[in-house]
Structure formats: structure tokens, C-alpha cells
């Protein structure tokens, strides 16, 4: 048989391996594009991200920023229908708290530049200064009485002044720097030198306060007091001990006032029950219930046209709900979330005992009087009549809460991790201490004892 004639322009190779199947070539996917590996890269990203050292320095003043100014929107909002109906502008309540948010805008300022070594100087004389105020507030004619707490001084015109919100600010302060003196000298590990002049004092603040009626500040006090402790690395059974003694205070103190058993009676009300006892409770449910997922509209409340009591004070984040809905409510507990995670973080890498006990108590401060509003909100605690800090209106409750924010800015300025970055980020222009300098015409000129090029 003649062979196979090739056609023109093949080659043999090509001819040969015509009946063949050509191998199958597998493209390998280069190393790193996988779902898998790009989550595990976005998770080491967003772990080196929050691991930065300025990170609970950017928290903290991002979340109380954003919380007080939140709170202006939703005290202008709450308040407006109750300063009408007290003949005032609609603005009236707004107006006041924007003026104590500025006055704390400058402590806060003021508190985030001030050395930890100032901030120890001060504690006595704060300490000091609160008491008398708090004294003075007992005195008939000068402690002026509100919905039946004695807890008031009046400042002229409508300006009043709650000096125990001071006592807060005042204990953390005065606290940490004895608990700092006492652990640098090994003392807390001895029962005398850890409760000894501590509980004392807290127990003067709180017997100031019990006086006037206001229970929901006594117990942020407590808090405090405890939180404190906890730091000193006080002994469990100490803590059962004293909570078994607290409660059983406490249980008498609601067991003698008619007032407060009502309050407690009130725990999970769906109906305002025998002569509305749990009308303001049950309300504050109601205007949470009618959010929805994204609320009514910013200022279409109705609740707030004179059925729910306080709307702009202890039930603001009531109004929250209502206006904002579920969204708006989980934003703020975010914010709080944010604002506490930050504080502990500063008290744990700390060196500084004073650093670790103050931010520590201040941290336990806001989170605690944060769980209680809310918590009583809804429905889930008693009614305490405190403030959701940095949002309720309350210019008393605003200031000392805004300077003990810029007493964590502080601390986490002087993390030294911290400080290193910041001083990094300084400006490059201007006048410099190596004695150059930068000119208009953006070349460097070498400074003269003669002023001279």
C-alpha cells in the first residue's frame, strides 16, 4: 500500500501524534485567592487593625463624641413638646444641655491634656469640695427639692447644680491614688489598709446621698466602691460578705418606702395597673414597642406628647426606640459597648497603678449607670431615676461624666506605645526645636544668632 502522503506545511511529529489526545494541562491557583485564605488575611488585617496602639485612644473619643452628639439630637427632640407645654421655646431644653456640652467639651479638653501627676494632685481638693457641696445641700434654704429628692443646689435663674454626680468623679479620683500610695507600699494585701479610710469615705458619700432620697446614684456609687475592690484584688469572700450586707440594706430601704416597692412591683408590667402605678414603665415599653426595625422618623414620637413622663431624661433611650428603632437603640448600646471595651483596655496595659485603678472606676461608672437606665427602660430593672451618661439631659450629670472621659484620653495618651505613635504624627512645618525652619518658598533655612541668611 503506497504510504500516506503528508500534506504541505505539516510535520511528521504532527503527523504522528495526530491520534493521540494532547495532555490535559492544570492551571495551578497561584497561593493566597482562595475564600479561605482571603477571611484569613481580612481577620489577621482587622486583629493588627485593633491591636494598634492608638486604638482605645480613637475609641473612646470616637464613641463619647458620637454619644453626646446623638444625645443633643435626641434631647432636642424628647424635650420639645415639654418645653411647649411649659410655655418655653421649643428649644429651651436643647439649648441648656448644648451650653453644659460645650462647658464639658473644655474640661474634657482640659482633662485629656492634664498629667496623671495633676490628676493625683487634684483628688483631695475635689474630694474636699464635693462634700461640702453635699453637705450643703441638707441645709433648709439652700438644698432645693425635686420629684421628692433633696439632692439640689440652685444656681441662680434655672441653673441648678447636683453636687452628688461630682461625688462620683470625686471617689474614683480620690481612691485611685490611695489605693496606688497603699500598692506601692505592699499595704492592700492587708484587710485594715484595703478597706481602711476607702469604705469609710464611700460610706459618708453614700450616707450624703441616702439623705436626699436619690437611691439610683447611691447604687452607681456602690458600683464604683466595688469595682474599685475588684482592682485591689480584694478577696472573694470580702466581695460575698459585703454584697450579702448591701443587699440586705438595700432590701430594707425598698421594704420602708411605699415608693419603691411600687417601683420593684412594676419589674416586667405590661398594664399601668392599680391607679397607673406603672404608667411611666409600661410607657416605656409602649414607645420601644412601636419603633419597629427602623423607627417613626426622627422628632414623630408620640409618646412624648405628655404620656411618657421624663421622656428627655431617665426614658430618653425610650424615645430612642420609638423614633430611631431597633437600629438606633443597638447603635447606642454599640457606642457603650465601644466606650467600656476601651476603658478596660487602658486599665489592663497600664504600668500605672493609678492609671489602671481610675480607669478602671471610671469604666465601671459609666457602664454600670449605662445597665441600669436601660435595663430599667426595659422593664428588666427597677426604675432608679438615673441618666444615661453623656445622653440624658442633665448638665450635672454631663460635665464630670465629659472631664472623666478625658481622663481615659489621657491614660490612653500615656500608654507608651502611644505616645511613641503620636509623636510620629507631629508636624513637619513649622518651627521646629533643631532650630529649623521652614520659609515660604519651601526651602530649608538654617537659623542665625543674627537673623541673617
Not at 491557583?29 to 487593625?49: F, N, S
Not at 411649659?86 to 485629656?112: H, M, N
Not at 469615705?201 to 450624703?208: D, K, M, N, Q, T
Not at 484584688?233 to 411605699?258: D, E, H, N, Q, Y
Request: glycine share 12%; proline share 6%; hydrophobic share 50%.
Amino acid at each position: 500500500m503506497p504510504a500516506k502522503q503528508m500534506l504541505p506545511g505539516r510535520r511528521p511529529s504532527a503527523v504522528r501524534a495526530q491520534g493521540r489526545k494532547r495532555p490535559v494541562v492544570r492551571v495551578r491557583r497561584p497561593a493566597g485567592r482562595g475564600p479561605l485564605v482571603r477571611l484569613r488575611r481580612t481577620q489577621q488585617q482587622l486583629r493588627k487593625a485593633w491591636d494598634r496602639p492608638l486604638t482605645a485612644y480613637y475609641l473612646i473619643f470616637g464613641s463619647s463624641m458620637l454619644i453626646t452628639v446623638l444625645g443633643l439630637v435626641m434631647v432636642y427632640s424628647a424635650s420639645m413638646i415639654k418645653a411647649l407645654q411649659l410655655g418655653l421655646g421649643d428649644a429651651y431644653f436643647f439649648k441648656k444641655q448644648f451650653l453644659a456640652a460645650l462647658i464639658g467639651a473644655v474640661l474634657l479638653l482640659v482633662a485629656s491634656r492634664m498629667p496623671v501627676k495633676l490628676h493625683r494632685a487634684l483628688s483631695y481638693p475635689v474630694l474636699a469640695g464635693t462634700l461640702f457641696l453635699m453637705a450643703l445641700v441638707q441645709v433648709p434654704g439652700i438644698g432645693v427639692s425635686i420629684n421628692g429628692n433633696q439632692n439640689w443646689i440652685s444656681l441662680g435663674g434655672p441653673f441648678m447644680l447636683q453636687p452628688s454626680e461630682f461625688g462620683k468623679l470625686a471617689l474614683i479620683l480620690w481612691g485611685a491614688d490611695l489605693l496606688a500610695r497603699k500598692g506601692d507600699k505592699g499595704l492592700l494585701s492587708q484587710w485594715k489598709h484595703l478597706l481602711v479610710p476607702l469604705v469609710p469615705v464611700a460610706f459618708l458619700l453614700l450616707g450624703l446621698i441616702m439623705l436626699g432620697g436619690d437611691m439610683g446614684t447611691a447604687m452607681i456609687l456602690g458600683a464604683i466602691l466595688f469595682g474599685l475592690l475588684w482592682l485591689a484584688g480584694a478577696p472573694t469572700r470580702l466581695f460575698v460578705g459585703v454584697l450579702a450586707l448591701a443587699g440586705l440594706i438595700v432590701a430594707l430601704l425598698i421594704k420602708t418606702s411605699p415608693h419603691r416597692m411600687d417601683r420593684l412591683e412594676c419589674l416586667g408590667a405590661t398594664e399601668p395597673g392599680k391607679n397607673d402605678l406603672c404608667w411611666q414603665a409600661v410607657h416605656g415599653i409602649y414607645a420601644l414597642a412601636s419603633g419597629g426595625w427602623f423607627g417613626s422618623g426622627l422628632g414623630a414620637s408620640v409618646e412624648k406628647w405628655g404620656q411618657l413622663p421624663e421622656a428627655h431624661t431617665d426614658f430618653i433611650f425610650a424615645i430612642t426606640g420609638e423614633e430611631l428603632g431597633l437600629a438606633g437603640t443597638l447603635s447606642v448600646l454599640a457606642l457603650f459597648a465601644a466606650l467600656g471595651y476601651a476603658g478596660i483596655r487602658v486599665a489592663g496595659r497600664t504600668e500605672d497603678s493609678f492609671v489602671r485603678f481610675a480607669a478602671g472606676g471610671v469604666t465601671t461608672w459609666i457602664t454600670a449607670q449605662a445597665v441600669i437606665n436601660i435595663g430599667a427602660v426595659l422593664g428588666l430593672l427597677p426604675i432608679a431615676g438615673v441618666p444615661l451618661p453623656l445622653f440624658s439631659y442633665g448638665g450635672s450629670a454631663l460635665l464630670p461624666t465629659m472631664f472623666a472621659v478625658g481622663l481615659l484620653i489621657a491614660f490612653a495618651r500615656e500608654e507608651p506605645a502611644a505616645r511613641a505613635a503620636l509623636a510620629m504624627r507631629q508636624p513637619k512645618t513649622g518651627w521646629r526645636r533643631t532650630g529649623v525652619r521652614w520659609k515660604s518658598m519651601r526651602r530649608r533655612v538654617k537659623k542665625r544668632p543674627s537673623g541673617e541668611r
